[in-house]
């Protein structure tokens, strides 16, 4: 499987592309899919002053909670999903954000997703097998050393080691256009078929806890409607992958004016949530230049997040494409 794998990979980079991406995508899928649980803990180094700790647990389907457990202003930050409730906590600032309705991709979204993905790095990489036998966490791993097929921004080389019988991410080392790291994650430990409990993906918050909650199932209301009720400039992106478009806009059941704007499509997800700009906590994360600001790209198992402000409206873009194709995303929102 190993050897078929790294073959494929190989033949996609030279060509074919459509074929192998299929292939590989049914490979992937079905390698994430014979996941039932596990638990972990994680380092990341490149997202704040220090290397930052978190906790990991997942239950199939889709349902996950990432905590992070680095002592200082971050600790005990939640990121989780039960199945159809998103909840992110912020302990020190006593905030939460909950977005019900997110419902998980079926397994042919899932496998449409992956697809898309796979062709994505099959036209912007070349791929090198290093090693068949690596260890990472103490599973077996495939280390791949991944190059720019072409120059594009965030297009930078990397090193990924995935696990051997599921295809899991244990590692990945990114290098900067200027030679020096970037940013890096790894799987400190990692056991699969760890007992797991429903609850702890449902999150039990403070009572004393703001609370700011969507749900997406909700009836949407009009671009019209929006700009004329909240109280921010209400921005929508200029630039979107094929197929996705603005599909739903969703006020908060809050008091305070707040929208999430959904985006998705056939298994990829794109969420941008909007509301007034006011002085909050630097979110942890990786700070990048965005046309006349600064955004915070986070990652956060398979999503990735950026936050930033303009014109005086906070925007927070959440999605499970590839962090490029994110930033781009991000930058044409006006």
């Known amino acids: 499987m190993k050897s078929a794998t790294a073959l494929v990979l190989a033949l996609g980079a030279m060509g074919c592309t459509d074929v192998w991406a299929g292939n590989i995508a049914r490979d992937v899928a079905a390698g994430l899919k014979s996941i039932d649980t596990y638990r972990g803990t994680t380092k990341e180094v490149g997202i704040d002053d220090a290397p ?63 697809e898309r993905l796979t062709k994505t790095d099959l036209n912007a990489y070349t791929f090198q097998l290093q090693s068949e036998n690596a260890r990472v966490a103490g599973q077996p791993a495939l ?52 007992p797991v409990d429903a609850a702890e993906f449902t999150p039990t918050l403070p009572r004393n806890t703001v609370v700011f909650d969507w749900d997406l199932d909700a009836t949407p209301i009009s671009l019209d409607e929006a700009r004329a009720t909240m109280n921010f400039p209400v921005q929508l992106p200029t630039r979107l992958p094929k197929g996705h478009e603005v599909r739903a806009i969703v006020p908060s059941e809050h008091c305070l004016p707040m929208i999430a704007v959904a985006m998705d499509h056939d298994g990829s997800q794109l969420l941008l949530i909007e509301s007034r700009a006011a002085p909050t906590g630097t979110p942890l994360g990786i700070s990048i230049p965005l046309g006349d600001t600064t955004a915070t790209l986070s990652f956060l198992g398979s999503f990735t997040s950026l936050t930033w402000q303009r014109e005086g409206t906070q925007l927070t873009l959440t999605g499970n494409l590839d962090f490029p194709a994110m930033i781009d995303i991000a930058a044409s929102v006006k």
């Open 52 to 114: 930052v700790e978190r906790s990991v647990v997942y239950a199939k389907p889709y349902r996950v909670r990432v905590e992070t457990t680095t002592p200082g202003p971050h600790q005990g930050e939640l990121f989780s999903f039960d199945g159809n409730t998103t909840t992110l906590y912020y302990p020190q600032l006593m905030f939460a954000v909950r977005i019900r309705g997110a419902h998980p991709p079926t397994d042919a979204e899932a496998l449409h997703h992956i």
């Open 143 to 194: 280390d791949w050393v991944v190059r720019p097929a072409v120059r594009a921004p965030y297009r930078m080389v990397h090193r990924v080691w995935n696990h051997a019988g599921t295809t899991l991410p244990l590692k990945m080392q990114f290098t900067g256009t200027n030679g020096a790291p970037w940013y890096s994650f790894e799987f400190t430990a990692l056991k699969f078929g760890a």
